[in-house]
């Protein structure tokens, strides 16, 4: 108990995380740019100053995201730009990654930019998985509506294994997500305008 002590009063002194010491949370949470080029075998997130690992996805987890990406990418108008698994910095103590995320890219150079600025974001997707369900459903959400993302999808798997999409909207003046007032639920097919028109058979996610 004192080394570990030890270890994280040392390394709440502006130290880098690393391999062998990410483990020790400093008393004050590790910081975006102390943990922006840490390399760990399993991916992760910066959620209120807690390096959070995120759980082994099962295939339908990562085919559902993949091709989500994919319905977006070749739905997107301009100034929109589609990215999966890229990190958002919200402040010094979150940075998480969206499954896939919507942004305005204007002004920004694909050569030079290392994460989404939380300003340009305009959608977040999440599908869950059985080690995501309260960041899924609670924190993250929480997160992405505090730093003013528009919308927010959260993809569940029903009990026939297709996917099921819960769409919601920021109210702004609450600053917390609320059910979309034209659709809340998707299932079988999914068909919004925001934050461009969007037309997606859900079963073509898993199927084929």
Known sequence: MGAAMA????YGRGERATPENWMYRPANGWTYD?????????????????????????????RVRNRLYYQLESARR??????????????DHNAPKPDVVVFDETGLDIRT??????????LAV???????????????????AGAGIDYYWR??????????VHEFWL????????????Q??????????????????LHSLIDG
Not at 37 to 45: G, I, M, N, Q, T
Not at 155 to 164: F, G, K, T
Not at 173 to 181: D, F, K
């Open 78 to 91: 301009r100034p929109y730009a589609v990215d999966s698994e890229q990190c958002i910095v919200i402040d």
């Open 34 to 62: 102390q943990v922006k080029e840490l390399v760990l075998p399993f991916d992760w997130d910066l959620v209120d100053g807690n390096i959070v690992v995120r759980g082994m996805a099962v295939w339908w987890h990562n």
């Open 184 to 201: 809340p639920t998707h299932t079988g097919k999914m068909t919004t305008n925001v934050p461009f028109p969007v037309d997606i058979d």
């Open 155 to 164: 993809v569940e798997r029903d009990e026939d294994d297709l996917p099921v």
């Open 113 to 122: 930019v290392v994460q989404i600025p939380a300003d340009k974001a305009v």
């Open 126 to 144: 999440e599908v869950v998985s059985t080690g995501s369900r309260l960041e899924d459903r609670f924190s993250k959400p929480a997160l992405y």
């Open 7 to 10: 270890a994280e009063a040392e």
């Open 171 to 182: 109210h702004h003046e609450a600053g917390r997500y609320v059910p979309s007032p034209e």
